[in-house]
């Protein structure tokens, strides 16, 4: 496999939005109300870095970091780095494609001076769950939130020092 992560450029955001559609594709009954948010890179990177993941020339995977001190949508201290919108093709799911987005992002947030990265995923998202657990993330409970009702995003931080 020879994927490459790096930060999204200009004419990544459509191909980024595609993978994000397809990703959730699934869920957008469940989260109907959200779907138009998660897939808005063009907005999203106004406030976030976006990540990509290349398979050759083509977008594979996606994620958005928020560093520290800006605005993200979830309930997080404002000294800490946020993780959004991890989202593999289904294509080139359970090729460590994830793992390789999440560890892109938590590089760049230590080195803009993160303590603490946090994420929130649904337990709808069992893969996810695996890997932030098998990443040795933790559970944090007090930073749980609702994006929409009667789905619970649950909290999950990593320190980085």
Do not use: K
């Not at 001190?69 to 289904?90: C, H, I, N, T, Y």
Request: with cysteine; proline share 6%; aromatic share 10%.
């Amino acid at each position: 496999m020879n994927i490459e992560v790096r930060a999204a450029r200009p004419e990544d955001l459509y191909a980024a939005a595609r993978v994000l559609a397809t990703a959730f594709a699934d869920y957008r009954q469940d989260f109907a109300a959200y779907f138009a948010d998660v897939t808005d890179v063009h907005a999203r990177v106004r406030e976030a870095e976006l990540f990509v993941a290349l398979d050759g020339d083509t977008v594979v995977g996606t994620g958005a970091l928020y560093l520290p001190g800006r605005p993200a949508p979830e309930p997080w201290p404002a000294e800490w780095a946020s993780l959004r919108v991890l989202s593999v093709a289904p294509s080139h799911r359970g090729r460590g494609i994830g793992r390789l987005l999440i560890d892109a992002r938590c590089r760049r947030a230590r080195e803009a001076g993160a303590a603490v990265v946090g994420l929130h995923t649904s337990p709808r998202f069992s893969i996810a769950h695996r890997i932030v657990s098998d990443l040795g993330w933790e559970r944090a409970a007090d930073f749980d939130w609702y994006p929409v009702p009667e789905v619970l995003a649950e909290a999950w931080i990593r320190r980085l020092r």
